[in-house]
């Protein structure tokens, strides 16, 4: 023992331990191996399956996109400013079924004679209802988005049947046809639309203060708070942006299929993937929404070429599965910690 | 002369008088004084428990103060709210790193308060990254790329990310709470010329630190607290450490640890040639029963790392683990148990209580087999083994059916490490066995490792606490950088020397 009493001294926690170039080089790998992939995907199927690479089918393509794709732009909305923690981070699992009740909605609104901007206003008032109540449940009651939006996807699941008796709901009107045709090009309106709304959302997500806010809100909450941010109003906002764009791929859904029809809780995994997906092209690996809108095109193209090569459409949801696993794994491993 | 300042003397930039504060009960602040000369670098330390926090946070804003009243530039905030508290310009820069690990330093930076175009809600990214830029260079002289990601940093890195951001706010008073935890010395002393050219600027500094040579070095002032009471504040410069030690722990640091005579028997550990890559080289080590071995180093240095592949958590390239002169069938944990090893991990809260069971339960049930009759429980034996480690811990829990969640922190603890302690074990690894507890329950924590070792047992202490290990120990091993650089008595060595040891000093400068 030292005669002379000393201070609490200790070592320091941790030191020099230099950051890994590792996880760089990783990170680089996972973003310049997804675009290949999209490539390889793109090229296979350009060769092996017959019509793939034809005009017409890659605007269908877009066309089929456009549904999922503005889904997955507003689950990506969720996924920011939750973080994409898998278990606790944000997600909206109601987002394909909000589109199911939206849907019939603005059918049935139609189907009883009121003009476009009603049935609009009810499908849009509809999605943001479904996103205020995912909103107060994960925010002010602090359930887990998981568990939540859960809760909200059988809600909505419920009210489409009522409404619709599980049948299809046929509608017509002036602005379904516009969003059924094509632009001089040959491009489909829906995936105008579809870009539309990304370019939209790109803006406010990547350009404005509000949309940097967001990023930390989901990134480090405590780091939010801390900066004196309104932690709270930006989760609900997320919701509800997420419910208004169901409301808005509801009125495409409606447009592709000329009315309302059962069964868009199936979309529900493309729409996880989709959003997922995205991360990966982003350096930070976050949500971005030019990513999404790549896996949203990644995506369709599988399905499609599934479709034209005749391989079971079960097929596709298994590779969807595997995508999520693979994603997920991705992602949590490289994604930069705080220390 | 200003009159607002009672004492009528230096103007205080911060006056802190008679804080009172419950939490459930427990009296964490007891009428705490703290003044803060305008200007000054003002170090505040204690115990775990003593109040700091409770004290910072009163000042943040974050909880209101029982009684007291809390007075800034000498006027009284009687409600202080961290918008409020912001407006004075008193901001703090954390020690859990408050930063969003996917975002640019720029980013982090301006987070709140991002330059505009225009005066249009449009980020201005540009302007954001270049006077980042600037604000790193001028205040820090460092060149951190303003487009780097922050989870990719250096801690220190990160700490100066924090302290621009709090400088863009232009503080008036600035608190530092452990700001060097995770500093390495070299960031040590370029954190030290940051605090002393903030305090040229005649900003007023809070500093609150574990590391009491810190305080000598920088601080004008310190407080001590104990108990939730300013003990005193004194000149750190002209008093001695000793003395600030024993204003903190109020008893002879030399009584906080048993001296009984203990006598190593055989080797009950024989460790030789161990290697695992990347982790450590060669090491070799024994450990005798009835003997106390501590083991220190830097996070990295590997220590932790051989009291894993001892335990067969972690697989080892090279060498030979012999427990009483046999080699351990098999590497893994279960073999360990077997072989009569126990492991107390580090982060027991973590991995070592279910908060919903009871002490009893928490307490038994690694250990179950041991009351065990046929295929049924003695329970009367299973009660008298937990009222005894109740005893002997000196664990504070209203009776041993009382859930663990009902116990306070260091409780807790010593319920994690009841539990492995009742297994009565020939080896003992024991990963920083009173990180968190405090100074009360260590003394308990520490009798208690006496004791097994005076029943037999040998025990191996991993810790940072060096102090801690030149009381406690027979003998100290010191690793660096992967191989065992000091293995000798405890008797025969100080702390100096043993961190010296530890970080290298002397041998070679690592950047």
């Keep these: ?339 | 002369m200003t009159t607002q300042s009672p004492s009528g003397a230096s103007p205080l930039a911060l006056e802190m008088r008679d804080l009172v504060k419950d939490f459930a009960g427990v009296r964490a602040l007891d009428h705490a004084n703290l003044r803060v000369g305008r200007g000054s670098v003002h170090g505040l330390i204690g115990q775990n428990g003593a109040g700091k926090s409770t004290l910072i946070k009163l000042l943040a804003g974050i909880h209101a103060p029982d009684a007291g009243t809390i007075a800034v530039e000498g006027a009284v905030q009687s409600r202080l709210t961290p918008h409020r508290a912001e407006e004075l310009g008193i901001h703090f820069i954390h020690q859990d790193r408050l930063l969003v690990p996917t975002f640019t330093v720029a980013e982090s930076l301006f987070l709140g308060a991002e330059p505009r175009r225009f005066g249009l809600p449009w980020l201005n990214g540009a302007a954001m990254r270049r006077r980042a830029a600037a604000i790193l260079r001028e205040t820090f002289g460092v060149d951190l790329p303003a487009g780097a990601l922050v989870g990719e940093l250096s801690a220190a890195q990160q700490q100066l990310v924090q302290i621009s951001r709090a400088l863009l706010n232009r503080p008036k008073i600035l608190v530092f709470d452990e700001p060097t935890a995770a500093l390495v010395r070299r960031e040590v002393d370029s954190l030290f010329g940051v605090i002393g050219r903030l305090r040229a600027q005649g900003i007023t500094i809070v500093y609150i630190s574990h590391y009491l040579h810190e305080i000598g070095e920088i601080c004008d002032a310190v407080t001590v607290l104990r108990n939730g009471v300013d003990v005193g504040t004194v000149d750190p410069r002209t008093t001695p450490t000793a003395d600030l030690v024993s204003m903190m722990v109020a008893r002879d640091i030399h009584d906080m640890f048993p001296r009984r005579q203990r006598t190593a028997g055989p080797p009950v550990l024989s460790v030789t040639g161990l290697r695992a890559a990347g982790a450590f080289e060669d090491v070799s080590l024994t450990v005798r029963r009835g003997e106390i071995v501590g083991m220190t180093g830097l996070v990295g240095s590997g220590a932790k790392d051989v009291l894993r592949c001892v335990f067969g958590l972690q697989r080892p390239d090279a060498g030979r683990i012999e427990i009483d002169g046999a080699a351990l069938r098999g590497r893994s944990p279960s073999a360990a148990v077997g072989g009569g090893l126990a492991l107390v991990p580090e982060d027991r809260r973590g991995h070592g209580v279910a908060l919903s069971l009871s002490v009893r339960e928490n307490t038994t049930i690694a250990s179950l087999d041991r009351f065990a009759r046929g295929p049924l429980i003695d329970r009367s034996a299973e009660r008298a083994e937990v009222d005894r480690l109740i005893r002997e811990l000196a664990i504070k829990t209203p009776g041993r059916e009382a859930a663990v969640r009902n116990l306070s922190g260091g409780n807790q603890q010593k319920v994690v490490l009841a539990k492995w302690l009742s297994r009565q074990s020939s080896l003992y690894l024991l990963d920083e066995p009173t990180v968190g507890v405090d100074v009360g329950a260590k003394v308990e924590i520490y009798r208690l490792i006496d004791e097994l070792a005076g029943k037999g047992a040998g025990i191996l202490v991993l810790s940072a606490d060096l102090l801690e290990l030149l009381g406690l120990c027979d003998r100290i091993l010191v690793m660096y950088r992967g191989r065992i650089v000091h293995d000798g008595p405890a008797a025969a060595t100080d702390s100096d020397s043993l961190l010296m040891q530890a970080t290298g000093a002397g041998v070679a400068v690592h950047a």
């Design chain 1, 1 to 339: 023992m030292p005669d002379t009493v000393q201070s609490h001294i200790a070592l320091p926690v941790d030191v020099s331990a230099p950051r890994s170039r590792g996880a760089d080089t990783a990170r680089t790998l996972v973003r310049a191996g997804s675009l290949l992939a999209f490539v390889a995907v793109f090229v296979a199927f350009a060769v092996a399956a017959p019509g793939f690479l034809t005009a017409g089918n890659l605007a269908n393509v877009v066309g089929q996109v456009a549904v999922i794709g503005v889904l997955a732009l507003g689950m990506t909305l969720v996924v920011v400013g939750g973080g994409n923690d898998v278990v606790r981070g944000g997600i909206d699992l109601s987002v394909a079924n909000t589109l199911g009740l939206c849907a019939a909605v603005y059918a049935t609104v139609l189907g009883d004679g009121w003009g476009d901007g009603a049935a609009l206003a009810a499908t849009a008032v509809t999605g943001l209802l479904v996103g205020a109540v995912n909103a107060v449940s994960v925010v002010w009651l602090g359930i887990l988005p998981l568990l939540a939006t859960l809760a909200a996807m059988n809600i909505c699941a419920g009210l489409e049947l009522v409404l619709t008796h599980n049948t299809v709901v046929a509608a017509s009107s002036p602005l379904l046809d516009v969003l059924a045709g094509e632009f001089p090009a040959g491009v489909p309106v829906l995936g105008e639309v579809l870009l539309g709304v990304a370019v939209l959302l790109a803006v406010v997500l990547h350009l404005t203060p509000a949309g940097l806010r967001l990023y930390a809100v989901g990134g480090h909450r405590e780091a939010a708070r801390a900066a004196g941010l309104p932690v709270a109003a930006f989760v609900a906002a997320s919701y509800l942006g997420s419910g208004l764009c169901a409301s808005v791929a509801s009125v495409l859904s409606v447009a592709l299929l000329s009315g309302s029809t059962t069964g868009s809780g199936d979309m529900l995994l493309a729409v996880v993937v989709t959003a997922l997906l995205g991360v990966v092209f982003s350096r930070r690996l976050v949500a971005t929404i030019p990513g999404t809108l790549l896996s949203a095109l990644f995506i369709g193209l599988l399905i499609n070429g599934f479709q034209l090569l005749n391989i079971s459409s079960y097929w596709v949801n298994g590779v969807q599965g595997v995508l999520i696993l693979l994603v997920v794994a991705a992602t949590s491993m490289l994604r930069p910690h705080a220390r």
